[in-house]
């Protein structure tokens, strides 16, 4: 059962979101189309590596698994994990694993979650820390939702690295993104080698 509390800031925290959601949208827009280039090019880099460490392991690819880490946003950061697998998927016993980070976003959701702490403690007295982590599984949504946006796109540039067509892969090859070890996206599958 929910105390009032819990009630409260459930509330507060729809009102904050409906408020400031074109503010925030138009902030990460800015961020993406000023910081695009940059972003693309450490996030081709990432993807890269890890092609070339499966090349070099003689790793036949089945699926490019891209996870966005929840967890990740209680550190102020949004990461994700890109794992390659074998057609054994999640039960192969050696996958190739790499983590990126979108540090371009850290400042923004440091500053977001500070202007929520801003915004509920005039009517909230002493918020909790696990209070703010309620705030912040929002912020995960908005996030995650981002990021598949941008991977939907960048797919088509990830398949087309060299080291990607190196790579060893089925002829059936899967790209997915979604939550790690949950329901996920195919963003590309392949049609043949």
Do not use: W
């Not at 925290?13 to 990460?28: F, G, R, S």
């Amino acid at each position: 059962m929910r105390t009032e509390r819990e009630k409260l800031l459930e509330k507060e925290i729809m009102e904050y979101v409906m408020q400031t959601a074109d503010k925030q949208k138009e902030a990460l827009d800015k961020i993406m189309t000023e910081q695009q280039e940059q972003i693309l090019k450490s996030l081709l880099g990432a993807f890269h590596q890890l092609f070339l460490q499966a090349k070099q392991e003689e790793k036949e690819a089945a699926y490019i698994v891209i996870s966005f880490l929840n967890s990740s946003l209680l550190n102020n950061c949004i990461e994700m994990k890109i794992d390659i697998y074998d057609r054994d998927f999640y039960f192969d016993k050696a996958p190739i694993t790499g983590y990126y980070q979108f540090h371009c976003f850290e400042k923004l959701l440091e500053q977001d979650v500070e202007a929520f702490r801003n915004y509920i403690e005039k009517k909230i007295i002493r918020v909790k820390y696990h209070e703010l982590c309620r705030y912040r599984r929002v912020c995960m949504i908005k996030y995650k939702s981002l990021i598949e946006s941008c991977m939907a796109v960048y797919v088509e540039l990830i398949v087309k690295l060299r080291s990607f067509m190196q790579m060893e892969k089925t002829e059936d090859l899967k790209i997915v993104y979604g939550e790690y070890l949950c329901k996920n996206t195919v963003l590309y599958e392949s049609v043949g080698k």
